[in-house]
């Protein structure tokens, strides 16, 4: 069994969802970041455009981009998005939610303040906070950047890729995951011995 698995951090919304991808050390429970991607779904309007059929457009999207992205994850470490003022904000959640239903490997949830511990170490950092701690500690070229007065500057929407690889480092350290991770602990030892 191998000494690393491939792992994935979502951070889901149906109009910016974060994904990252990382090979976990199962000894370490070091991460390396290897590819970084937004999805983003644009509401299309006009008098020929039906909201419902929209919003399906919009779910297969984010479902065929989840998929495409993580088919080779061992694990999916997941924000699970949850209530809202606004019913159409519910509606969102909702297609989201189904969306990691349908994920091809073991989903491990994570709260957002669990995300926002394991990175920054306060539950009330803000989303500039997140994209710091991320960019600083995770450098690479999936970030996605601007160019202004000629310097090179991180968007926010960043706040979403900071997000998915926050949700790693806090799902590793969950209930859930250190299960697993004792049994394949358990695994890569009696084969060592064998």
């Not at 006009?46 to 065929?64: F, H, I, P, T, Y």
């Not at 710091?132 to 160019?147: C, F, I, M, S, V």
Request: aromatic fraction near 6%; charge should be neutral.
């Amino acid at each position: 069994m191998a000494q690393r698995i491939l792992v994935a951090g979502l951070d889901p919304a149906f109009k910016n969802w974060g994904i990252a991808r990382a090979w976990l050390n199962l000894q370490t429970l070091d991460i390396e970041v290897i590819n970084l991607r937004l999805v983003q779904t644009e509401k299309r309007s006009g008098k020929d455009v039906r909201v419902n059929s929209d919003d399906l457009r919009r779910a297969r999207e984010l479902r065929e981009a989840m998929l495409e992205t993580t088919s080779d994850c061992a694990v999916i470490f997941a924000e699970i998005p949850s209530g809202s003022q606004s019913a159409r904000s519910n509606m969102g959640f909702g297609i989201a939610i189904g969306v990691i239903a349908g994920a091809p490997a073991n989903v491990i949830e994570v709260q957002p303040i669990e995300a926002k511990l394991a990175s920054v170490g306060r539950k009330t950092a803000s989303k500039d906070d997140m994209i710091a701690w991320a960019t600083e500690n995770y450098p690479h070229p999936d970030w996605l950047t601007r160019k202004f007065k000629g310097e090179v500057l991180f968007t926010n929407d960043n706040e979403h890729l900071a997000d998915a690889i926050a949700i790693i480092k806090a799902g590793i350290k969950t209930v859930q995951f250190q299960q697993l991770l004792n049994l394949w602990r358990t695994t890569l030892t009696s084969a060592a011995a064998a």
